[in-house]
């Protein structure tokens, strides 16, 4: 008991405690605060590689479309509603056709 008490009392073991206290609960840089930015982090790093491959499929059908003049018409006609002079479209809502 007299040699627990005298460890306890040491004033580095006191300086030591108190400095591991001080980076684990009270310092900028706490334990579950870097927790909370590695969680982050890694949140970000996946939310990069989606915007990569996002950016390589398009890359990829940019490439498809500047070289396929069919594709390119295909496109226009179906996404952007063109159509050449002369020519009769009729469009017809999804929930009319069954």
């Not at 900028?28 to 605060?33: M, V």
């Amino acid at each position: 008991m007299n040699l627990l008490k005298r460890i306890l009392l040491n004033r580095f073991i006191l300086v030591g405690l108190a400095f591991v206290v001080w980076l684990v609960f009270l310092d900028d840089y706490h334990y579950w605060g870097q927790r909370e930015v590695i969680e982050d982090l890694n949140e970000l790093q996946e939310k990069q590689r989606y915007y990569d491959s996002s950016i390589q499929l398009m890359n990829h059908e940019k490439a498809a479309l500047e070289s396929d003049t069919l594709l390119l018409e295909r496109l226009a006609r179906e996404k952007y509603r063109m159509y050449k002079p002369g020519e009769s479209v009729f469009w017809f809502s999804d929930s009319l056709v069954q």
